[in-house]
C-alpha cells in the first residue's frame, strides 16, 4: 500500500478539511490501489517538530509529502522524498502576525485534545534558525524531486516562487487561488497534479 504524508499549516492539525479530502479520494476500490494518507500533528516549535517528521518518513517510507504553508516549509526539508510543497511559507517568523508571542487557539482537533498553545520569544528563535538553513544540501537529484505550487493570488507565499525556482529550477507552477488551500483548490489543483506525478499509483510489485 503507497502512503501519502501530509503536514498541515499554522495552528491547524491532522484533522483538517483537506486530509478529509484526499483520504476519500484515495480510498480505492482494493488494497492494491488504496493509499494511506498519514497526517501527523505538527509541534509547535521547530525544535521538536522537525525531528519527528524526519523520524516518520524514515519509519513510513511515504510515497509522497504534501505540505500547506508551515508544512511545506517542513515539507521541503524532507530530502530524499517526492514532495509538493504548496504556499509554502518559508519565512513565518517574519511574519509577526502569524508566529506572534503569546497565547493562540487551535484552529482544528488536535489528538491530545489540547485547544490552546503558547509562542514564545523561544519558538520563534527556533524558527529563525531553522529558515536559515533550510535551503542547505540540495544537490541535483533532490531538484527532481520538489514541487512547488504557488496560488495566483496569494500574497504571503508568491513572493517566494522566485526563490523556490531558485533552488529548484522548473519545479513549480502556478494555480488559480489565495493562501488558503480549500476544498475547491483541492479538487481543481492538487488531486490532478498529484495523478499526473504517478507516484500514488500501484504498481504490480506493490505489496497489498
Avoid at 126 to 152: P, R, S, T
Avoid at 172 to 195: D, Q, Y
Wanted: net charge negative; proline share 6%.
Amino acid at each position: 500500500m503507497k502512503k501519502l504524508l501530509y503536514l498541515h499549516g499554522f495552528a491547524s492539525s491532522g484533522a483538517s478539511g483537506t486530509v478529509d479530502i484526499l483520504r476519500r479520494e484515495f480510498l480505492g476500490t482494493s488494497a492494491a490501489d488504496r493509499v494511506e494518507v498519514i497526517a501527523p500533528d505538527i509541534p509547535i516549535n521547530p525544535a521538536e517538530a522537525l525531528p519527528m517528521l524526519k523520524a516518520l518518513v524514515a519509519k513510513e517510507v511515504p510515497a509522497l509529502v504534501v505540505g500547506t504553508s508551515m508544512g511545506a516549509l517542513y515539507a521541503q526539508q524532507l530530502r530524499g522524498f517526492e514532495r509538493i510543497c504548496i504556499n509554502p511559507c518559508f519565512a513565518l517568523s517574519k511574519k509577526y502576525d502569524i508566529l506572534s508571542v503569546g497565547k493562540h487557539k487551535w484552529l482544528n482537533r488536535r489528538r491530545d485534545g489540547a485547544l490552546e498553545f503558547h509562542v514564545t520569544k523561544e519558538t520563534v528563535r527556533q524558527f529563525q534558525e531553522m529558515e536559515a538553513v533550510q535551503f542547505d544540501g540540495i544537490d541535483e537529484v533532490d531538484q527532481l524531486f520538489c514541487h512547488g505550487l504557488f496560488g495566483d493570488e496569494d500574497t504571503l507565499s508568491l513572493p517566494w516562487r522566485e526563490e523556490f525556482e531558485r533552488h529548484y529550477p522548473g519545479m513549480s507552477r502556478l494555480f488559480p487561488g489565495g493562501h488558503r488551500l480549500n476544498a475547491e483548490a483541492v479538487h481543481r489543483t492538487l488531486i490532478p497534479f498529484i495523478r499526473e506525478l504517478g507516484v500514488l499509483s500501484a504498481q504490480p510489485s506493490d505489496p497489498v
